[in-house]
């Protein structure tokens, strides 16, 4: 794939090791593009000297080993590689079908997001089940994915008092976002359903499934699903491969 969007993108150092390269402030899928394949290509040309990079919703954080002598010099390096037309391989993505159950059991704040939405609670999840997101980035917490996508009717305030212990699992809705809170953390976001899915275990290769670039969809389950599928709390969520 050659990457020629020429979206405009700015760089600033942070340190001596890192450089922060930085796109316009938007949840955009073409920038979240852009983006991946120009760490795709600085991966290519500079593999032995980036140790991480740090994908965000605009921003790309390289992490170098060693010492960065001549910052202007390295930006300018970056810039022909970012020109460059190079053939990449590119990781192949996937779609992940997420089941999650809106009972108001586990949906604690759907009535009040209802109520002040002037939106019915059928009308709330149909909304949130029948768009697919795209994964910008992996943060806050460890699988916590954050997720571009959702229908504007559902932009919500988020609550003006975090919660302390948000349940494990909780899908929520904050802002013009969705996400899956991986474990049990605090939280300012609106909960709307649960999934017993498993979004981070550490015991495994991959301990999350999901990578940036990759779709989210989330399907309805009833209360008896939740609690069948929460008994085999080592299923693989359905996935299908977008890309190869």
Known sequence: MVLNLGFKHTYKAFGNKTILIEWSSIIDEVILEEILLFKEKIKKEKRNSIIDFIVGYNSLTLIYEKEVLNYF????????IYKKDLKLLVKGKFLWEIPVCYDLEF??????????????????????????????????????LYLGGLDSKLFFDRRPTPRLNVEKGSVAIGGSQTGVYPSKSAGGWNIIGKTPLIFFDVKKDKPCFANAGDKIKFKPISLEEFYELARNNNFTPFKLLLND
Do not use: A, C, R
Request: glycine share 6%; proline share 2%.
């Open 73 to 80: 010099d390295e930006v300018s390096n970056l810039e022909l």
């Open 107 to 144: 949906g604690i704040d759907l009535e009040e997001v209802s109520s002040k939405s002037k939106i019915s609670i059928e009308q709330i999840i149909n909304l949130h089940s029948e768009k697919t997101y795209s994964v910008f980035f992996i943060g806050f917490l460890p699988g916590f």
